[in-house]
């Protein structure tokens, strides 16, 4: 068990114990002391003044917040304030996001109400036409919710919002804004691809100029856009893994390696044997072309942002052409209409992680090695992949019981 923070809590002469904390008022310090709970109860335990200091220290902070003066400000006020002070830090993709929903949706739906005018209730209602009026993306919807969320704190903690009501927004789990039920249907259901299916692929794309980027994503489930931002510093083929510590994003127009979005996001992935020697075979051969190709590669090589801001060649690149040809996340389009057309396969590079993971869950690989291997941020999403093995198991199963 974690230790508890002891700060503020001392044993009396008589055995019992109490508490003391301060806090500022108008530039003024007080002080507070307790030797009963909010129950009224002796603090006869160490524990006790702990959890009775934490208590009063959250009511403190309460009433102050209601004493001070609320400022009304409109959801677009709020909005603006954030995008001015609350953002520094936060990535390229998600601040392109945070403004495309705002300049088309929200703006124009809650931008001059004031923000205390909001309620549940309608944001509800909102989400819910979103979601089954609209016909949007579950996970779209989600990114309205956590708008919501994001702009009622910042109202909140600039006092735009008094407690009770921003509680009731956001904190209290039995009426704050929620989701709308998921549909059946919905499609969070995991894509993956058939062993037949992967064989016709392994056929298709070897030779290609995408064949890297695929034995990537089938090989250790990278996301397209880590696969195309992989350099060959950033892959270790004595060790068998590579570190995934960046993405290729197209920012205003402009190529660059930027950081991943979360934390969990950062990994290192571990290879399969196949993996290893296809890109010891392919390192050997560029440094075997270096010399016919040079001139070539000075022509064709193209400079991209790194994460530090620093330019780099695009033949440090591991999806980078022989010829020094670069290779972004747009490469892959014309190998998905080409597979479609020739194929019959509904081929899409998510589809190659999703097939990953479960040929990984079907062999019973222990769940949080899997949620590493992804990059996943919560089990819950590793979670899905042995779902996803679970139907066909139960097929089997109902196939079994029929012909008893």
Request: proline share 2%; net charge positive; aromatic share 10%.
């Given at each position: ?254 190529i660059k390696l930027v950081s991943l979005k979360t934390r969990n996001a950062r990994r290192t992935v571990y290879m399969s ?132």
């Amino acid at each position: 068990m974690a230790k508890q923070n002891d700060t503020g809590v001392y044993q009396l002469p008589n055995g019992n114990w109490a508490y003391r904390f301060t806090f500022t008022v108008e530039g003024k310090k007080k002080n507070r002391k307790g030797t009963k709970d909010e129950f009224g109860n002796l603090l006869t335990t160490k524990r006790a003044a702990i959890l009775a200091r934490a208590a009063a220290v959250t009511r403190e902070q309460e009433e102050q917040h209601r004493q001070a003066p609320v400022t009304r400000k409109t959801f677009q006020e709020v909005y603006k304030e954030y995008c001015e002070q609350g953002r520094s830090g936060k990535a390229y993709q998600t601040i392109r996001k945070q403004d495309s929903i705002w300049n088309n949706h929200l703006c124009a739906k809650f931008g001059r109400r004031y923000i205390d005018e909001i309620s549940v209730a309608e944001v509800n209602d909102y989400l819910a036409h979103l979601y089954y009026t609209e016909g949007r993306a579950y996970k779209y919807v989600e990114s309205f919710l956590k708008m919501f969320y994001l702009i009622f704190g910042q109202a909140y903690s600039r006092n735009y919002l008094e407690v009770d009501t921003y509680n009731k927004l956001c904190v209290n789990k039995d009426v704050r804004i929620r989701m709308p039920k998921m549909k059946v249907d919905e499609d969070a259901e995991i894509v993956a691809f058939t062993p037949d299916e992967v064989a016709r692929l392994d056929e298709y794309f070897q030779g290609t100029n995408a064949e890297t980027a695929y034995l990537l994503g089938r090989c250790c489930g990278l996301r397209i856009n880590e696969c195309y931002g992989l350099k060959w510093e950033n892959i270790d083929t004595k060790r068998g893994t590579i570190t995934i510590d960046r993405q290729m994003q197209y920012q205003e127009g402009l190529i660059k390696l930027v950081s991943l979005k979360t934390r969990n996001a950062r990994r290192t992935v571990y290879m399969s044997d196949k993996l290893k020697a296809y890109l010891r075979h392919l390192e050997r051969e560029n440094k075997a072309q270096a010399a016919a190709l040079a001139a070539q590669r000075v022509q064709n090589q193209t400079f991209i942002t790194d994460i530090d801001g620093k330019q780099i060649s695009s033949l440090e690149l591991v999806n980078s052409l022989p010829n020094g040809k670069i290779q972004t996340v747009n490469s892959m389009k014309y190998h998905s209409k080409t597979i479609k057309a020739k194929l019959g396969i509904n081929f899409k590079f998510h589809y190659l992680r999703h097939t990953y993971g479960t040929r990984l869950a079907e062999m019973n690989t222990p769940t949080h090695i899997l949620c590493n291997q992804m990059g996943h941020a919560s089990g819950k999403v590793t979670e899905r992949y042995y779902l996803a093995v679970s139907k066909p198991g139960i097929e089997v199963l109902t196939h079994n019981l029929n012909a008893m």
